[in-house]
């Protein structure tokens, strides 16, 4: 089959933005937009000011409880880390986040939009790129990022989208020979292209530069910050602590299911008395 070179997180979330059969998506076609939400602190918040909030997040696996009512914000326009050990819970919330895990309880709003009534329209305004995404190694880059506008023609110039895709890879003339000659760097630069290609509002990145060698991470994390410069609010996970400090406005740490602690990296490092964020992350979770 085409899709499964794919990855199955993005396929489902393709055919969730599309309205196939391949995922239960919400009936519901109005979009009710709550301008002040509550978190687990009493505070009111103005839904306009966030691009994300989390507010008593739960999520059980029978008796295994991954996420343990977690709350956090991520402002407009802002490049957000989430941090933590394995097994911590930083997946679980990304992909829940994505719409491609239910919520067991609690709330989780995507530029207003309640995911967990509204989460069709929410797919439609973010995109999810998972650590291990894959891209069809029969197509050439540029025809797998004509196979992903295509997804979005309802809405979107596909022209436009491929040639916006097309820059934010910058492959130069290789973004015409097939995937299946690329590098591991290649690859990513092309699967980030593919993530940030509709413009979404929300660019949710798990692990961004796992594996990478230092000039491809680094020319990855340059796309990423000129895109989140345009306005594009950027959401990621990373075990890399230099990336996390260097591209991050923000971080959240995940320890068993709950956040431990937020705050910019400056703030962490003093609250700490640290010299970088990985003392930081050593320092809360041992």
Excluded at 166 to 175: M, T
Aim: a neutral charge.
């Amino acid at each position: 089959m085409l899709l499964r070179g794919l990855g199955a997180a993005f396929v489902v979330a393709l055919a969730a933005v599309r309205n196939l059969q391949y995922v239960d998506s919400d009936s519901s076609a109005l979009i009710c937009c709550r301008r002040d939400l509550m978190l687990g602190n009493g505070q009111a918040l103005s839904a306009g000011s966030y691009a994300v909030v989390v507010d008593k997040l739960f999520k059980s696996y029978g008796k295994f409880e991954a996420l343990r009512g977690i709350s956090f914000t991520v402002k407009q326009g802002e490049v957000f880390g989430l941090i933590g050990p394995n097994g911590a819970g930083k997946t679980t919330t990304l992909r829940i986040i994505s719409t491609l895990l239910q919520i067991t309880s609690g709330t989780v709003t995507v530029v207003g939009t309640d995911i967990g009534k509204h989460a069709e329209r929410a797919r439609k305004i973010l995109s999810y790129l998972p650590e291990d995404a894959g891209a069809y190694k029969n197509l050439t880059g540029r025809e797998y990022l004509q196979f992903i506008a295509n997804f979005f023609e309802d809405w979107h110039d596909v022209g436009e989208m491929v040639a916006r895709g097309v820059s934010i890879a910058d492959l130069g003339e290789r973004i015409d020979d097939k995937v299946e000659t690329y590098s591991k760097g290649m690859a990513r630069r092309l699967l980030v292209a593919r993530a940030l290609i509709s413009n979404p509002k929300l660019a949710i990145l798990d692990e961004l530069t796992s594996g990478l060698d230092v000039i491809n991470a680094r020319e990855i994390r340059k796309i990423v910050k000129d895109t989140a410069a345009t306005g594009t609010t950027v959401l990621l996970s990373s075990h890399n602590m230099l990336e996390v400090e260097l591209m991050c406005d923000r971080i959240a740490l995940i320890n068993d299911g709950r956040i431990v602690e937020t705050g910019t990296p400056s703030e962490l490092k003093s609250r700490y008395s640290s010299s970088n964020i990985e003392e930081v992350f050593t320092k809360v979770v041992k």
